[in-house]
């Protein structure tokens, strides 16, 4: 690496900062670019770098959750974001919340301090050229007009979208399987999807909740910029009665093999791994709220024990088609020079968009010194993050936070409430395995 070799970070936010400090501890000179102060998204109003502009909270803090796990992780590797978060928190119960003015500071102050980084205010409006060496872009979900349409012209027609619609997400040994039948539409065998059956009356209840629940209200600069193929399924039932029925719920060509009838109306669910660990509730994209989902998709028949992995939403979200475009990397397919992380890499979520900055930090110094990027192990956090960014159908592909349904299958007899420690402790020692054999535990990064 010569003198004047450099790493690019477009971005200052979470992404971008975890990706400057973990290039930057691995002796790397790195270039932040970060437009604010001079110019701001409509989202943000602070000066400082990685503000948090939603919740103050980075969700659950045991290792038996999935998003703990991740954090773990992400300490294992010397996260400044975990490092910040740790000496910011305030009590929250058993959930990692952090006082969002200190930990901005915090960060700022760190970042501007290492003598390896240097932050350039200023926008940038262009990708930049691969002679330049490694970029990681980490412009969030409010990336701007000027850097989309550059992205756009790297990734094609149909490889970056500004809207996310996501239909829930259900786990399947949550599921009723003595009410909920196995078959595709008009198919004679067992067929891919799961049907959940509703009578008259099931459908007319359900209906009503639906056009009578709260939903979230879209942002002062959010469009309600929806397509006729993919409409929030609340707009559809405000068109009438029958709507759904002919819609996303039509039972047509979907008769119960049980009775050989058809239900007054479906709904369908679609595996969203090939394990067929988790399922996504076919055409059911929603801004209804997070509590008012779990109640009135609990109403459907065979699902009222369901527990969701992810909630629907709809917003603006600025991500590309990861399946399509993204190695596993994070290295963009066509542009191995430029690294993609945080939300516009196609995760959901404070700390999955800083996972995805750590392990873009990681190898972009890799690529800057001359050693072969990393990939994660698949039964990490990291890895499963990564497997779902890369390994899926990039027809369906929707953003996500982290969950235990994008691990692989968890093959041990085990009771359930187990499940979640053994799979913590097998990730852990994986990752720690992976850290030693790559050489990742040599990073002079935070330091306890």
């Known amino acids: 690496m010569t003198q004047s070799a450099h790493i690019t970070i477009i971005g200052g936010g979470l992404a971008g900062c975890e990706a400057a400090w973990q290039a930057a501890s691995r002796k790397c000179r790195v270039i932040l670019h970060e437009m604010k102060p001079q110019r701001f998204s409509p989202a943000h109003t602070s000066p400082q770098l990685a503000e948090l502009v939603c919740s103050n909270s980075l969700r659950a803090a045991d290792i038996e959750s999935a998003v703990g796990l991740l954090k773990e992780e992400m300490r294992l590797l010397d996260s400044l974001i975990m490092h910040a978060a740790r000496e910011t928190a305030v009590p929250a119960g058993k959930a990692l919340a952090v006082d969002r003015e200190r930990f901005a500071r915090y960060v700022t102050e760190t970042v501007e301090r290492h003598p390896l980084i240097e932050i350039r205010r200023q926008e940038v409006m262009e990708v930049p050229p691969a002679e330049q060496g490694p970029t990681v872009l980490a412009t969030g979900p409010l990336t701007s007009e000027a850097m989309s349409r550059a992205l756009a012209a790297l990734t094609g027609e149909g490889g970056l979208a500004f809207y996310d619609a996501i239909a829930p997400i259900v786990v399947a040994e949550s599921l009723d399987r003595s009410i909920i039948y196995q078959k595709s539409r008009y198919d004679d065998g067992p067929g891919d999807y799961l049907n959940c059956p509703l009578d008259r009356e099931q459908y007319r209840r359900f209906i009503d909740e639906l056009a009578r629940a709260q939903y979230v209200p879209l942002r002062a600069f959010e469009e309600p910029k929806y397509f006729e193929g993919c409409l929030p399924i609340e707009v559809l039932c405000a068109r009438g009665e029958d709507t759904l029925r002919f819609g996303p719920m039509k039972p047509v060509?979907?008769?119960?093999?049980?009775?050989?009838?058809?239900?007054?109306?479906?709904?369908?669910?679609?595996?969203?791994?090939?394990?067929?660990?988790?399922?996504?509730?076919?055409?059911?994209?929603?801004?209804?709220?997070?509590?008012?989902?779990?109640?009135?998709?609990?109403?459907?028949?065979?699902?009222?024990?369901?527990?969701?992995?992810?909630?629907?939403?709809?917003?603006?979200?600025?991500?590309?088609?990861?399946?399509?475009?993204?190695?596993?990397?994070?290295?963009?397919?066509?542009?191995?020079?430029?690294?993609?992380?945080?939300?516009?890499?196609?995760?959901?979520?404070?700390?999955?968009?800083?996972?995805?900055?750590?392990?873009?930090?990681?190898?972009?110094?890799?690529?800057?010194?001359?050693?072969?990027?990393?990939?994660?192990?698949?039964?990490?956090?990291?890895?499963?993050?990564?497997?779902?960014?890369?390994?899926?159908?990039?027809?369906?592909?929707?953003?996500?936070?982290?969950?235990?349904?994008?691990?692989?299958?968890?093959?041990?007899?085990?009771?359930?409430?187990?499940?979640?420690?053994?799979?913590?402790?097998?990730?852990?020692?994986?990752?720690?395995?992976?850290?030693?054999?790559?050489?990742?535990?040599?990073a002079t990064g935070v330091q306890e």
Not at 272 to 297: C, D, H, P, S, W
Not at 320 to 344: F, V
Not at 350 to 375: D, K
């Open 253 to 442: 060509g979907l008769a119960d093999p049980r009775t050989g009838q058809e239900p007054y109306a479906v709904v369908q669910l679609r595996k969203e791994n090939l394990a067929g660990t988790t399922y996504n509730m076919v055409g059911f994209q929603t801004k209804l709220t997070y509590a008012e989902q779990q109640r009135i998709f609990r109403l459907i028949p065979g699902m009222e024990q369901a527990e969701f992995a992810r909630l629907g939403s709809i917003h603006r979200n600025t991500f590309i088609c990861a399946p399509l475009l993204l190695e596993p990397t994070l290295q963009l397919k066509n542009r191995p020079d430029l690294l993609l992380a945080g939300q516009l890499s196609g995760v959901e979520g404070y700390v999955e968009s800083a996972a995805t900055g750590l392990l873009a930090g990681i190898n972009a110094a890799r690529l800057t010194t001359g050693l072969p990027p990393v990939i994660p192990p698949p039964d990490t956090a990291h890895g499963a993050l990564v497997s779902h960014l890369t390994a899926g159908d990039p027809r369906h592909f929707q953003p996500s936070n982290v969950n235990f349904g994008l691990f692989p299958p968890w093959r041990k007899k085990t009771p359930k409430r187990m499940r979640g420690r053994l799979r913590a402790e097998a990730a852990i020692a994986a990752l720690e395995h992976w850290k030693a054999g790559t050489g990742l535990a040599l």
